[in-house]
C-alpha cells in the first residue's frame, strides 16, 4: 500500500454514487442485457461492464461502436429504462458495504461530504430514493450541472467549490476508471475501491490509494 501521508490533510469527501455508494451497476447490467436480447443483440458482461461510470452521451457511443450506426438508441433507452424500473422497483437498490460506518466516522469528525456523480441529477435522485438514502447528502453535484462529465474534473471541482474546501484537500472515492481518471485530473486525493473485479491495474496505479471497501477505509480515517 502506498504511504498515506496524504489523507493527513484532507478536509472534505468527495463520494460517487454508482458502485460506490449504491450498486446501480448490477442493476444497469440486468437492463442492458434484457432490452439487448430484446432487440435481438446480446451484450456480454464484459461489455456492459466497459459502459461503467460513464456519461450517458459516451454509453452511445460506445452502443453504436458495438452494434453498428444504424443501433435504435432511442428504442434500447426506452426498453432499458422500462426494464431497469421493473426490477429496481421490486427489488430496490442496495447500499454497498460500509457506507454506513464510513459516513459515521467522517460525521464524528466533521469533515463535510458531497457526493459527485456522473448520472443526471433526476436518475440520481431517484436512484438514491430507491436506496432509502434521500436526504443523506445536503451536496449533490450531478453531470446536468457541469460542461463536461468524468473523466474530466469539471463534477469533482464544482463539488470542492459547494462544500467550501480547495480540492486539493478533498478526498475522491472512485470505483471506476473514469472516475479516478477525473479525480487524478482535478487535484484531489483519489481512493480507488473497485465495484467490479478483476479490475484494471492501471487504474490502481493511477489513484493514490486502493481499497477493498469503504469499511477498511473506515478503519484508516479512524487512525489517521
Known amino acids: 500500500m ?53 456519461h450517458y452521451q459516451d454509453v452511445e457511443n460506445k452502443l453504436l461502436d458495438f452494434c453498428g450506426r444504424d443501433f435504435d438508441l432511442k428504442l434500447f433507452n426506452q426498453l432499458s429504462g422500462a426494464l431497469w424500473h421493473e426490477y429496481v422497483n421490486q427489488y430496490g437498490i442496495a447500499v454497498k458495504k460500509g457506507f454506513f460506518n464510513f459516513l459515521e466516522v467522517i460525521k464524528t469528525q466533521n469533515i463535510p461530504f458531497g457526493l459527485a456523480t456522473n448520472s443526471r441529477k433526476l436518475n440520481a435522485l431517484e436512484c438514491l430514493q430507491l ?57 484531489a486525493c483519489s481512493i480507488f475501491i473497485p465495484s467490479v473485479h478483476p479490475f484494471a491495474d492501471t487504474t490502481a496505479t493511477l489513484a493514490d490509494y486502493l481499497f477493498d471497501d469503504l469499511d477498511q477505509l473506515a478503519q484508516i480515517i479512524k487512525r489517521a
Not at 16 to 29: A, C, I, K, W
Request: proline letters at 3%; a negative charge.
Open 131 to 187: 436506496a432509502n438514502l434521500g436526504g443523506v447528502f445536503s451536496v449533490i453535484v450531478t453531470r446536468d450541472d457541469v460542461k463536461h462529465g468524468k473523466p474530466a474534473p469539471d463534477i469533482f471541482l464544482a463539488a470542492a467549490k459547494a462544500l467550501n474546501r480547495p480540492i486539493s484537500q478533498c478526498l475522491v472515492l472512485e470505483d471506476s476508471t473514469a472516475g479516478i481518471q477525473a479525480a487524478v485530473n482535478s487535484g
Open 2 to 54: 502506498k504511504k498515506l501521508t496524504k489523507l493527513q490533510n484532507i478536509s472534505a469527501v468527495i463520494f460517487d454514487m454508482d458502485g460506490l455508494v449504491v450498486d446501480t451497476e448490477s442493476t444497469y447490467l440486468i437492463a442492458w442485457q434484457q432490452a439487448s436480447l430484446k432487440m435481438g443483440y446480446e451484450f456480454t458482461h464484459d461489455f456492459c461492464i466497459s459502459m461503467s461510470g460513464l
